[in-house]
């Protein structure tokens, strides 16, 4: 690793810090930063970047909910050992999606289906049509006018875009009721994941390359391994976290070293199984090993925009490793560390609208 680099009262910048973020909670934020990127080579532009913009914002959250930052009660006696897997990736079988995202992958392949067969569909799921008007008349699209039906929102968004939301929609139903985890915080598991998808779209409008939307859902369902894991192997998914946190290692090299795969390979599992497009299965799939995608951009961005958020402490446990940083993605995402921060001081300042949105329900 590169030596940390010195930084001095600015180290929160872009963005003011809160004077209760100085002093002690400031130190303490860079030490565990330092932590954090044990590992990470640190002469890389990006990666130096996001290490000191991410002090100021761990001394902010630090000062503001220091019990993110308790150390956990003793767990008893957890072994870190596993001798084969409890389950092969084949064997895990995800819990279905509603019925109305089955019936619009169908109209939605059908190039004979109109508009209104797709604004019927929608509409006849109460869930899914508040959703949908809800992102269409957000700054998301920024409209002049508002959008008052599922019809109107349909021609405006056109197919592409009606699955993107739907896909949003029903993976996140599936898992928002998930029941309580010691090591897993669905409000903030879901604020990262939105904070990756915002990221990934307004990086694919910057760079006018691709679909936006298709960006968007797979920065935004990147983790769902994560919540599946836990329903399918509680306890040993547990045991992985806290192995993690006792090495300093990112939780999904701990995956693979007890199970042989990782959360972001149990999220593309669980997307070829509910037949989304390759291109998104390939995305979540190799978030964490982006060389397996073949310089594929759309992975490159969800990896690239996974550590930068994971960076400022938008994650479900800020003290956590720094994810896996493969130089060759941040290349192929195009990404140098100005643009890198404004994009993400601009999720910023949407991302808790978007919270409140996606948890109206």
């Not at 946190?245 to 999904?252: A, D, I, L, T, Y």
């Not at 910023?348 to 329900?361: I, K, N, Q, R, Y």
Request: one cysteine or more; hydrophobic letters at 45%.
């Amino acid at each position: 690793m590169a030596d940390i680099p010195e930084t001095g009262r600015d180290e929160a910048a872009p963005g003011a810090v809160p004077d209760a973020a100085h002093g002690a909670a400031l130190d303490a934020a860079r030490a565990l930063q330092a932590r954090r990127f044990a590992g990470i080579d640190l002469s890389h532009p990006a990666a130096a970047a996001l290490f000191t913009a991410g002090i100021g914002r761990l001394a902010a959250l630090l000062a503001a909910e220091p019990r993110l930052f308790e150390k956990d009660a003793p767990a008893g006696t957890t072994s870190h050992k596993i001798g084969a897997p409890p389950k092969f990736i084949h064997e895990i079988v995800p819990p279905p999606p509603p019925d109305v995202f089955f019936k619009l992958q169908r109209v939605l392949a059908d190039e004979n289906t109109t508009n209104e067969d797709i604004a019927g569909i929608v509409s006849a799921d109460p869930g899914l049509t508040g959703f949908l008007l809800r992102m269409v008349n957000s700054v998301y699209y920024g409209f002049p006018d508002k959008i008052d039906t599922v019809s109107r929102a349909v021609s405006l968004l056109g197919r592409r875009e009606i699955f993107s939301h739907a896909a949003a929609r029903a993976v996140s139903e599936v898992y928002r009721d998930m029941p309580p985890r010691r090591y897993l915080n669905m409000r903030r598991f879901w604020r990262h994941s939105l904070a990756c998808g915002l990221f990934c779209r307004a990086a694919s409008l910057a760079a006018g390359v691709g679909d936006p939307e298709r960006y968007f859902v797979a920065g935004l369902l990147h983790d769902i391994g994560k919540p599946q894991l836990l329903l399918a192997l509680p306890a040993a998914s547990e045991t992985a976290v806290e192995a993690a946190r006792m090495e300093n290692v990112h939780q999904s090299l701990a995956e693979q070293r007890l199970f042989g795969y990782d959360h972001g390979e149990v999220a593309g599992m669980v997307f070829a199984k509910w037949n989304f497009p390759e291109e998104l299965t390939d995305a979540v799939s190799h978030h964490h090993h982006p060389e397996r995608a073949q310089g594929s951009h759309k992975t490159a961005m969800v990896h690239a925009a996974d550590f930068a958020v994971v960076a400022l402490g938008i994650s479900v446990d800020p003290r956590a490793h720094m994810p896996p940083f493969s130089p060759e993605a941040w290349e192929t995402a195009g990404l140098g560390p100005e643009p890198l921060l404004e994009l993400l001081n601009a999720v910023e300042t949407h991302l808790d609208d978007f919270v409140a949105m996606f948890s109206a329900g």
